[in-house]
């Protein structure tokens, strides 16, 4: 596309989330503002595509409600949000299905909680406590606090290591992307007290309804996609292929970490996680409830039957199985991985039709501690970088880093936000 010859204010690169924030603060405080955005969608990661009928997330996506920025700036019910199972099933090495239910929203499935079943009376104890604490503590508490790995925090709390393997590990390596909680206690803290508060929840059109409808809100032509951007020079930036160049005083960087690092040399890159997700046709539901199903052996790290949640993601009669796994594809992995959901679903799906497969290599940063849950935005002058690598891996981190980096732009700028 061919670029507009005037300067802008403020030149927003990348239409994920961060950068659709960012704009969208900015231009609400009176600046001319347009986003470049490289591929044919905004979103970034959070994408969906339609595959011979069926709703298919970039990925395995949940939707948090407790979000305050998601709060903040998303209508909620215009996403037409169906809600996940407010617990999970846990496959154990026994073959059993443990559920795992917040009795505070399903008080006739307290009974699961029983000690005996899941876990021990005192780690019912330990984990009532700390929920208690994530959940009505103030959130500033809770990121003041030691910065430690959740494993160090969960055995603080008096989790035991058992309840650790059995629960806390199969659940939290589908949030973290890692199988050893080495991820940030501060973080893990935030994640649990929004869990505990919120919904976990998909838009009824599919993740991608999210980015769109942030889009919508900007002014129309204020997105201009197919503008891949090459490297950035004195007056804007260069796209790629020769195509001309976006002027503006002032950028902001708002893609992936990795090309964050090319545009702006110098700038830390943190480490991602790599994921995977298969998607599965089923001639039947194996699980006819919209619930998420881990493994204790982490096989893979979750799975769920999409069109029990969102009944939509699938053609009649048809049921649509995600399942995740960390690590990218390889030969023989999905045969092992359909001899794994074969036993976890107790239903042969060795014969279910593959749908697609999506690789997300930079689905998260890394978050060990140390790790700040926000970091400032100005690289230098005129230079501004925001995005969840700045903030932590969540729609909130990568929300929040674009309110920031706009809220430093406007500083600098000697603008006050409106």
């Not at 809770?142 to 494993?151: F, K, P, S």
Request: hydrophobic share 40%.
């Amino acid at each position: 596309m061919a670029p507009d010859r005037g300067t802008v204010d403020v030149l927003v690169i990348g239409a994920g989330p961060a950068g659709l924030a960012c704009a969208r603060d900015l231009l609400s405080a009176g600046l001319t503002v347009r986003v470049a955005e490289a591929s044919d969608e905004v979103g970034g990661r959070m994408r969906t595509d339609r595959v011979d009928g069926f709703v298919v997330d970039r990925g395995f996506q949940v939707f948090n409600t407790s979000y305050p920025q998601v709060r903040k700036r998303l209508d909620l019910r215009a996403l037409r949000l169906r809600p996940f199972t407010p617990g999970v099933l846990v496959h154990t090495d026994e073959g059993r299905r443990l559920r795992f239910t917040d009795p505070t929203r399903v008080p006739r499935r307290a009974a699961d909680l029983l000690p005996g079943r899941l876990a021990g009376s005192r780690d019912l104890l330990a984990l009532g406590a700390l929920s208690a604490r994530d959940m009505l503590a103030p959130a500033r508490l809770l990121t003041r606090g030691a910065d430690r790995t959740t494993r160090t925090a969960l055995a603080a709390a008096g989790v035991s290591e058992e309840f650790v393997e059995r629960f806390f590990r199969p659940f939290l390596s589908g949030v973290f992307l890692e199988d050893e909680l080495e991820t940030s206690s501060r973080f893990f803290h935030l994640v649990w007290r929004s869990m505990l508060r919120g919904t976990l929840c998909l838009p009824g059109e599919g993740i991608g309804a999210v980015p769109r409808q942030l889009a919508d809100r900007l002014p129309e032509g204020a997105v201009r996609l197919g503008c891949p951007v090459d490297r950035l020079t004195d007056d804007g930036a260069r796209l790629s292929d020769g195509g001309g160049t976006l002027r503006a005083r002032t950028v902001v960087v708002a893609t992936g970490a990795a090309a964050a690092g090319s545009l702006l040399p110098g700038l830390p890159v943190p480490p991602h996680r790599t994921v995977t997700t298969y998607y599965h046709a089923a001639p039947a539901s194996p699980l006819t409830e919209p619930t998420l199903l881990t493994d204790v052996r982490l096989r893979f790290l979750n799975s769920c039957v999409l069109s029990e949640v969102v009944p939509g993601h699938a053609p009649a009669g048809t049921a649509l199985v995600a399942t995740s796994v960390l690590g990218t594809d390889g030969p023989g992995r999905e045969g092992v991985l359909r001899a794994a959901l074969t036993e976890a679903y107790a239903a042969d799906a060795s014969g279910w039709e593959r749908v697609a497969v999506r690789t997300i290599r930079d689905a998260l940063p890394a978050m060990p501690p140390p790790h700040p849950l926000s970091r400032p935005s100005r690289i230098g002058p005129g230079r501004y970088v925001c995005g969840d690598h700045r903030a932590t891996g969540s729609v909130q981190g990568a929300l929040a880093s674009g309110a920031r980096a706009a809220r430093e732009v406007l500083r600098d700028l000697g603008r006050p936000p409106r």
